[in-house]
């Protein structure tokens, strides 16, 4: 199941600068976009969303930004802290199809002090 | 904060044993899933609940697995006959109404089947 997919594996980054984490889908029936934080063992953070009508959502730190004709989001993390090292999954949603959430491969992020 | 809870945390159990997983959603949402995610690959979906019953499921939640919401608080997941390949993480997630789009995830049930 490609539908979502996160092609880095992993990002470094130092304490203070810009995170910027990307994400690619295929199913053009996605109309709403997640990213949740996870830490080991425990269970996905919901961070932040995005609906298919907006292009960009903001809080705090963290922004989220949506390309509806090349199907790529991207979250934004400035400035970066260390505690903010965790892995970042995508998700979408259908809402015509149910409420089932399609996850990405998720993104190790490391902030570095 | 209001959270999902999940036990047992870690469950080992031999090859062909039931087993039941446990979760507590958000005491007032009405949206309840089981997702799982084996070792190095997604968090994939397996089945959500609504208002006593399966509203969807995927194709990994055969015959051998089944939910129930046995009383106001509680959110079953049963495996009948447990093989090899169900060794994942298994996470409840809970979303409030069917206006809300963020399911709040609980800290995921560890099951080992040998």
């Known amino acids: 199941d490609q539908q979502v997919k996160q092609n880095s594996p992993s990002l470094s980054v130092q304490e203070g600068r810009i995170s910027i984490l990307n994400c690619d889908y295929t199913?053009?029936?996605?109309?709403?976009f997640l990213w949740y934080k996870k830490y080991p063992a425990e269970g996905p953070t919901f961070l932040i969303s995005?609906?298919?009508?907006?292009d960009k959502n903001e809080d705090g730190r963290f922004t989220v930004f949506l390309n509806k004709s090349a199907k790529h989001l991207s979250l934004h993390i400035v400035p970066s802290q260390p505690g903010d090292s965790a892995v970042y999954f995508c998700a979408a949603s259908a809402s015509r199809s149910g409420s089932r959430l399609t996850f990405g491969e998720g993104t190790q992020l490391t902030v570095n002090p | 904060e209001p959270e999902v809870t999940q036990t047992p945390s870690h469950q080992v159990t031999q090859m062909g044993q039931e087993v039941i997983l446990r979760c507590v959603p958000i005491s007032n949402h009405l949206y309840f899933y089981w997702y799982r995610q084996i070792l190095g690959q997604k968090v994939e979906f397996l089945v959500s609940?609504?208002?006593?019953?399966?509203?969807?499921k995927s194709e990994i939640f055969d015959d051998q697995f089944s939910v129930e919401r046995p009383d106001g608080s509680n959110f079953t997941l049963k495996i009948r006959s447990t093989k090899l390949e169900d060794s994942a993480m298994y996470f409840c997630?809970?979303?409030?109404?069917?206006?809300?789009?963020?399911?709040?995830f609980g800290p995921g049930t560890r099951l080992t089947v040998t």
């Open positions: 995005i609906s298919s009508i907006k």
């Open positions: 199913n053009s029936m996605f109309d709403y």
């Open positions: 609940f609504y208002n006593n019953e399966i509203s969807e």
């Open positions: 997630a809970s979303k409030a109404t069917s206006a809300h789009y963020e399911q709040y």
